[in-house]
């Protein structure tokens, strides 16, 4: 796995790590190789978005089918962590002065969240060992589910018990929110809730429900049951 946040000013660099992931693990002659990526957002939009979040993996893996294809990789393809909301630098969430939790982001209530609970993609990776054979070049979807971002909402309210609503973000908002990140890093998130708003992290030709054949995956209904989180206070 590449970490894009790790450099987000240099997106070239997980490009280059991706690729030197690559060539260790082939000249190392491992039995398997897993490598997580996502879909090229920036070729399927004939470049008119940039997200080398996404991208730049998607780049690595053909890197990995075109020159090591007699390698037995297999691709694992995460969602929308449900932690983002949870983290260091959680999404844009608040309790208003009515105590209503609002969840803001740069999309319409209509669009798509693929969601998938962090814990899970370990959880998936331990079954594709136990009989790897079965899925090498596959692309594996990490996804417990695909909802409308005011669906989401509407599953807090009902596993919590607060009142709460979902907004979507001007630009303007966005960029105040994120203001604590480099310009270039706030136009790739914006690019990337575009593609999202529509098409979630996925295309229709990739089957976001076949990690569920291996494991039973979160959704954000369970994942609230299991963590307990509340939201803010």
């Not at 053909?62 to 959680?90: A, C, D, H, R």
């Not at 609503?165 to 310009?183: I, N, S, V």
């Not at 914006?190 to 229709?204: A, H, R, S």
Request: proline share 5%.
């Amino acid at each position: 796995m590449t970490d894009f946040w790790a450099t987000p000013t240099q997106p070239e660099i997980e490009i280059e790590q991706g690729k030197l992931m690559a060539d260790i693990a082939a000249k190392s002659n491992i039995k398997y190789f897993i490598f997580s990526c996502a879909i090229n957002v920036n070729k399927l939009s004939d470049g008119k978005l940039n997200v080398p979040q996404f991208s730049d993996k998607a780049i690595v893996r053909e890197y990995i089918s075109q020159t090591y294809p007699e390698m037995k990789t297999i691709y694992v393809m995460p969602s929308f962590y449900l932690q983002n909301w949870t983290g260091s630098y959680p999404l844009p969430i608040k309790k208003l002065k009515d105590g209503t939790v609002e969840f803001s982001l740069p999309m319409s209530l209509c669009g798509k969240l693929h969601n998938v609970d962090i814990d899970d993609l370990g959880l998936i990776v331990s079954h594709l060992l136990q009989n790897p054979e079965n899925f090498i070049g596959q692309e594996i979807c990490v996804c417990g589910e695909e909802v409308e971002f005011e669906e989401f909402v509407r599953i807090f309210t009902r596993v919590t018990g607060r009142q709460a609503q979902a907004k979507t973000m001007t630009e303007h908002e966005f960029r105040q929110w994120a203001q604590h990140l480099p310009e270039n890093v706030q136009n790739y998130l914006l690019d990337m809730f575009k593609w999202m708003e529509v098409n979630g992290c996925y295309i229709p030709e990739i089957n976001w429900r076949n990690g569920h054949v291996l494991t039973k995956l979160n959704t954000f209904e369970t994942w609230l049951i299991k963590s307990g989180w509340m939201g803010p206070d």
